[in-house]
């Protein structure tokens, strides 16, 4: 069985900075690609960031430089720096681990989410 847990999440003021860490725990062999969504109250989730394998990156356009998403293969974590948070990056937000290899099983997992509030 794999769990995905993030972690990281609070309340921070306009212009700082947060950063959120995930991990896959369980008998994994290996992981494809490893996300970041968001979800607002009220909203669609949405792709936040994305990282491969091979450290392939993409970013969503309201990230703009503000976001840096890193990943460590051998404990199965990554990570989503953010900076010059604004109130609009409010969320709740879930790490995603995709093609994740066990022992004779393949599958897709989410996390429970950790809430970031952006707020003076």
């Known amino acids: 069985q794999v769990q995905v847990v993030e972690s990281g999440g609070g309340l921070v003021q306009p212009g700082g900075s947060l950063t959120l860490s995930c991990t896959a725990f369980g008998r994994i062999v290996s992981i494809g690609d490893m996300d970041w969504y968001r979800q607002a109250p009220g909203e669609q989730r949405e792709m936040v960031a994305s990282i491969s394998s091979r450290a392939e990156i993409k970013y969503a356009d309201f990230v703009k430089g503000r976001f840096t998403i890193s990943r460590d293969n051998f404990k199965n974590t990554i990570s989503l720096q953010m900076n010059s948070l604004v109130p609009e990056d409010t969320a709740v937000y879930y790490c995603?681990?995709?093609?994740?290899?066990?022992?004779?099983?393949?599958?897709?997992?989410w996390g429970q989410g950790t809430q970031v509030t952006v707020s003076s």
């Open positions: 995603s681990a995709q093609r994740v290899k066990t022992w004779g099983y393949e599958g897709d997992y």
